[in-house]
């Protein structure tokens, strides 16, 4: 209706996506030795042109190499307990890529590729990890010891049996662990920002505590971070153990949202090899290396089975309401037509707090309290804290229960409600008066407008000199870090070089989704929001 949203209950993942309960992987590059072949021959081609059986010659070499490797990678996933029903194969059309295809027909429910979890690739379990240490980190370490040992070098902790999948794996993987401060600014959504540098500040900590290591085996601050951008881009997570997971093979399979054709599943049983166990979603694996006697880890065609030649694709999170984040910052991809998205308004309850002293600095008023208009904010965000932690409803202490209020192009976070509520209670007990009759609607159009600025890259936005004064989207200033790949930054400013064509369409991507919500929004709330949610 025209002048105000209606609000609704979020999916969790849009809360607190940091929670999924699954994770997959976007559509790869081939590997790293193919492409550098594949950009020699297109130099020579430059200035020679060959004639065209010599071509169709070249052409058929790296062809024949690509599906001796996939098939390597498809026969080390299976390990011979279950006759492979798909192949890896490269994707037709403009996408390209990589991904997999049914080598048969596939009845619903059948077995498509079957993983012991021998050939898993797990993380540590958190309190195996030194503190403070990221998984994909530590999980990156092991993963270039691998390569490392793959390629006949010594020590640094064996690995040696993982060189089909290592081998089959993308040669570069772009998500925001590599940005620089100019480019996660443009991202326009403070929180996103903020969990950007968040990531690159726990990678970089990651980097210092295992550079020993890292060194033992050739490697630096550019190999971890492309090891750690894999398996952000491919780990499922197990939540009942809390492992992330690798799986070679299935490792492949492209998200296909609404449309995706086949689920994941786990085997567990004393008899998984000989096929007698019982088949559950996602049940608890047993720890790394139990081997042929514990799980198995199963791609299964979905409902309507899989024809062969068919793509081969699972969902990484629509069913779960997945918004853009997760797949942006994970995976390195937005999909498009996410009826899922949402834009976040405000990070936690210090986010709306300073906004709304902002926004109703004439109403409220200097506060009955010391200091300027900041500790007004400051002494307004504590008391609302305060407030719900103290909550029967509350979910923990800090505004825990007030993260991610976010907004859909069809409402509003229903939480924001009851946020608002705390923070315009708050504001009158700072400022000694009543503060009745507040457009609130107009307060949340405002930070639409702030967000849709930033977002579209004119005017101030949110934390830029905008009227709320409000959360700085700014990086962590690491000069040397984790952003930079080998160390390289230039102040945070616009970086050049190998992917920057990728980083600026993926930020594009994301800002188009977070734009549209924007609008949506807007244009529900006619323009101008004069609602008065939880008012």
Same mark, same amino acid.
């Given at each position: 209706?025209?002048?105000?949203?209606?609000?609704?209950?979020?999916?969790?993942?849009?809360?607190?996506?940091?929670?999924?309960?699954?994770? *997959?992987?976007?559509?790869?590059?081939?590997?790293?030795?193919?492409?550098?072949?594949?950009?020699?021959?297109?130099?020579?081609?430059r200035s020679t042109a060959p004639a065209p059986a010599a071509a169709a010659a070249a052409a058929a070499a790296?062809?024949?190499?690509?599906? &001796?490797?996939?098939?390597?990678?498809?026969?080390?996933?299976? &390990?011979?307990?279950?006759?492979?029903?798909?192949?890896?194969?490269?994707?037709?059309?403009?996408?390209?890529?990589?991904?997999?295809? *049914?080598?048969? &027909?596939?009845?619903?429910?059948?077995?498509?590729?079957?993983?012991?979890? &021998?050939?898993?690739?797990?993380?540590?379990?958190?309190?195996?990890?030194?503190?403070?240490?990221?998984?994909?980190a530590e999980m990156g370490l092991r993963l270039l010891q691998a390569r490392h040992a793959c390629r006949g070098g010594g020590g640094g902790g064996g690995g040696g049996e993982w060189g089909p999948w290592i081998e089959a794996l993308p040669s570069r993987v772009v998500t925001p662990a590599e940005f620089s401060a100019t480019e996660a600014e443009r991202c326009g959504v403070p929180s996103t920002i903020q969990e950007i540098a968040a990531m690159q500040s726990s990678l970089e900590e990651g980097y210092r505590e295992l550079a020993p290591q890292l060194e033992a085996v050739g490697c630096g601050r550019a190999d971890l971070l492309w090891a750690v951008q894999v398996l952000h881009s491919r780990c499922f997570y197990e939540a009942n153990l809390g492992l992330h997971l690798s799986v070679p093979g299935v490792d492949m399979a492209n998200d296909g949202g609404a449309a995706a054709n086949a689920t994941v599943k786990v085997v567990h049983s004393p008899d998984a090899s000989q096929g007698a166990a019982a088949l559950e979603d996602i049940a608890p694996p047993p720890p790394p290396g139990a081997g042929r006697s514990g799980s198995l880890f199963q791609l299964v065609a979905g409902a309507g089975g899989v024809a062969a030649g068919e793509e081969v694709r699972i969902a990484y999170g629509w069913a779960a309401g997945w918004p853009a984040e997760p797949y942006f910052l994970m995976f390195g991809f937005v999909p498009e037509g996410n009826p899922a998205e949402s834009v976040v308004a405000y990070s936690d309850l210090q986010d709306l707090a300073r906004h709304?002293?902002?926004?109703?600095?004439?109403?409220?008023?200097?506060?009955?309290?010391?200091?300027?208009?900041?500790?007004?904010?400051?002494?307004?965000?504590?008391?609302?804290?305060?407030a719900a932690a103290a909550a029967a409803d509350g979910e923990g202490a800090g505004g825990g229960g007030f993260e991610r209020l976010v907004v859909t192009a069809q409402g509003l976070d229903q939480r924001l409600g009851p946020a608002l509520g705390l923070v315009r209670a708050a504001a009158e007990a700072e400022a000694g008066a009543r503060l009745s009759g507040l457009p609130l609607g107009g307060l949340i159009a405002d930070r639409l407008r702030q967000l849709r600025r930033a977002l579209g890259g004119g005017g101030a936005g949110v934390g830029a000199g905008s009227s709320s004064g409000g959360t700085s989207g700014s990086t962590s200033g690491n000069g040397s870090g984790i952003g930079g790949v080998g160390g390289e930054r230039d102040g945070g400013g616009e970086r050049g070089g190998e992917g920057c064509e990728e980083r600026a369409a993926l930020i594009e991507a994301y800002r188009r989704a977070k734009l549209g919500v924007v609008d949506a929004a807007l244009a529900a709330m006619g323009g101008g929001g004069g609602g008065s949610p939880g008012g």
């Amino acid at each position: 209706m025209k002048g105000s949203l209606p609000f609704f209950a979020p999916p969790a993942a849009a809360c607190r996506h940091k929670q999924l309960q699954l994770q *997959a992987r976007p559509r790869c590059a081939a590997p790293g030795a193919l492409r550098r072949g594949q950009a020699a021959r297109g130099a020579a081609a430059r200035s020679t042109a060959p004639a065209p059986a010599a071509a169709a010659a070249a052409a058929a070499a790296p062809a024949a190499e690509s599906a &001796d490797l996939y098939a390597r990678l498809v026969r080390f996933a299976s &390990d011979g307990v279950h006759p492979p029903l798909v192949a890896v194969a490269e994707l037709p059309g403009a996408g390209g890529g990589r991904g997999l295809v *049914a080598a048969a &027909d596939a009845e619903p429910g059948a077995v498509l590729l079957s993983v012991p979890f &021998d050939r898993v690739f797990a993380s540590a379990p958190e309190e195996e990890l030194a503190d403070g240490l990221h998984w994909a980190a530590e999980m990156g370490l092991r993963l270039l010891q691998a390569r490392h040992a793959c390629r006949g070098g010594g020590g640094g902790g064996g690995g040696g049996e993982w060189g089909p999948w290592i081998e089959a794996l993308p040669s570069r993987v772009v998500t925001p662990a590599e940005f620089s401060a100019t480019e996660a600014e443009r991202c326009g959504v403070p929180s996103t920002i903020q969990e950007i540098a968040a990531m690159q500040s726990s990678l970089e900590e990651g980097y210092r505590e295992l550079a020993p290591q890292l060194e033992a085996v050739g490697c630096g601050r550019a190999d971890l971070l492309w090891a750690v951008q894999v398996l952000h881009s491919r780990c499922f997570y197990e939540a009942n153990l809390g492992l992330h997971l690798s799986v070679p093979g299935v490792d492949m399979a492209n998200d296909g949202g609404a449309a995706a054709n086949a689920t994941v599943k786990v085997v567990h049983s004393p008899d998984a090899s000989q096929g007698a166990a019982a088949l559950e979603d996602i049940a608890p694996p047993p720890p790394p290396g139990a081997g042929r006697s514990g799980s198995l880890f199963q791609l299964v065609a979905g409902a309507g089975g899989v024809a062969a030649g068919e793509e081969v694709r699972i969902a990484y999170g629509w069913a779960a309401g997945w918004p853009a984040e997760p797949y942006f910052l994970m995976f390195g991809f937005v999909p498009e037509g996410n009826p899922a998205e949402s834009v976040v308004a405000y990070s936690d309850l210090q986010d709306l707090a300073r906004h709304f002293c902002s926004h109703f600095a004439a109403q409220i008023g200097g506060g009955g309290g010391a200091g300027g208009p900041d500790e007004l904010w400051e002494r307004v965000a504590a008391r609302a804290e305060e407030a719900a932690a103290a909550a029967a409803d509350g979910e923990g202490a800090g505004g825990g229960g007030f993260e991610r209020l976010v907004v859909t192009a069809q409402g509003l976070d229903q939480r924001l409600g009851p946020a608002l509520g705390l923070v315009r209670a708050a504001a009158e007990a700072e400022a000694g008066a009543r503060l009745s009759g507040l457009p609130l609607g107009g307060l949340i159009a405002d930070r639409l407008r702030q967000l849709r600025r930033a977002l579209g890259g004119g005017g101030a936005g949110v934390g830029a000199g905008s009227s709320s004064g409000g959360t700085s989207g700014s990086t962590s200033g690491n000069g040397s870090g984790i952003g930079g790949v080998g160390g390289e930054r230039d102040g945070g400013g616009e970086r050049g070089g190998e992917g920057c064509e990728e980083r600026a369409a993926l930020i594009e991507a994301y800002r188009r989704a977070k734009l549209g919500v924007v609008d949506a929004a807007l244009a529900a709330m006619g323009g101008g929001g004069g609602g008065s949610p939880g008012g």
